[in-house]
Each structure stands twice: as C-alpha cells, then as structure tokens.
C-alpha cells in the first residue's frame, strides 16, 4: 500500500482538532472506503468519487486552520435545527 504523506500543516491541524470532530471524519472516511468494495456497481463508482472529493474538501479545511463547526459558510456540523441560516 502506498503511504500517502499529508501536506506541512495538515497533520498539526489535525491533532488540534476536537475529539468527536476527528472521530467523524474518520468514520465518513471509513464508510467511503467499505462502499467502494459495495457489489453495487453505481455505489462502489459514487464512492470512489466521492472519497475523492470528501478527502480534498477537509484537507482545504485543514490547511486554511479551521474546524467545520467554525467555518463562516458552506457545511457548518456544530448548526443545530433550530438555527437561524439565511
């Protein structure tokens, strides 16, 4: 298997994350992975695609420094129902 090495900064901004934050990551991560060997040929095509672009859109996370629940646009986790979104 090849080892991938992250860019500078990615790794540091990956521990500092919170807990649960890096446990949901690596579980939509994981799921990503398992649904490419789906004996459906549309999911294990979705899945590597999209594993793809998951993997690019939290490492750009991560190197502009911030969480997803801090982010000021776009996908916010820490949004609760109730929320006031324009």
Same mark, same amino acid.
């Given at each position: ?9 990615? $790794?540091?901004?990956?521990?500092? /994350?919170?807990?649960?934050? =890096?446990?949901? @990551?690596?579980?939509?991560? &994981?799921?990503?992975? !398992? ?12 899945? $590597?695609?999209?594993?793809?672009? /998951?993997?690019?859109?939290? =490492?750009?996370? @991560?190197?502009?420094?911030? &969480?997803?629940?801090? !982010? ?12 006031? $979104?324009?």
């Amino acid at each position: 298997m090849k080892k991938v090495v992250p860019p500078a900064g990615v $790794r540091e901004r990956w521990i500092g /994350l919170p807990q649960g934050e =890096r446990e949901f @990551l690596q579980s939509l991560m &994981s799921l990503t992975r !398992s649904a490419k060997r789906s004996r459906n040929a549309e999911v294990a095509r979705a899945a $590597r695609q999209w594993e793809g672009v /998951l993997a690019f859109r939290i =490492r750009i996370t @991560l190197l502009k420094g911030r &969480s997803a629940g801090i !982010s000021d646009r776009g996908l916010r986790i820490a949004d609760s129902p109730n929320s006031n $979104r324009q």
